[in-house]
C-alpha cells in the first residue's frame, strides 16, 4: 500500500496532467483522491512486493530496460482500468488516469527514482 505522503504525490501529478472542464484544481484533486484510495485497497493485488517497496525507495528500485518498462507499464494500465472506478470522471479522461497512474508508478520503481 501507499503511504499518505506517496497518495498526494500521486494526486499532484495526476491533478497536473489532467483537466476537468469546468472543475476547479481543489475539487479536481478531491476526485482524483478518491480514484487514488480505491487503488491503495487493490494495488498489493496488482503488484509484487518487491515492484511496491521500490515505489517508495530510490535505492531498492527495479532496474528494467525499456522494453520491461512498456510492457509494465502496460499491462499496469489495463488492470488499473479494470479495477478502477472513474465514473465521476468521463470516458477519455478515466482511461488517460489509468496511463498516467500506471507511467508514474512504473517510472516510481526504477532505480534512482521514488514516488
Known amino acids: 500500500m ?7 504525490a500521486l ?19 478531491q476526485l482524483i483522491t478518491g480514484v487514488l484510495q480505491q ?7 496488482l503488484l509484487t512486493t518487491e515492484q511496491l517497496s521500490a515505489i517508495g525507495d530510490a535505492n531498492k528500485g527495479i532496474e528494467m530496460n ?4 512498456n ?4 499491462d499496469l494500465m489495463k488492470k488499473l482500468s479494470s479495477h ?6 468521463s470516458g477519455a479522461l ?9 507511467e508514474t508508478l512504473v517510472n516510481a520503481m526504477q532505480k534512482g527514482n521514488k514516488l
Open 2 to 8: 501507499l503511504s499518505i505522503a506517496q497518495l498526494n
Open 11 to 29: 494526486a499532484d501529478k495526476i491533478n497536473a496532467a489532467i483537466n476537468l472542464p469546468f472543475v476547479d484544481e481543489s475539487t479536481e484533486k
Open 39 to 45: 487503488l491503495n485497497g487493490i494495488l498489493t493485488t
Open 66 to 69: 525499456e522494453a520491461a518498462k
Open 71 to 74: 510492457s509494465l507499464q502496460s
Open 84 to 89: 478502477l472506478n472513474t465514473s465521476l470522471l
Open 94 to 102: 478515466g482511461s488517460n488516469l489509468s496511463k498516467i497512474i500506471a
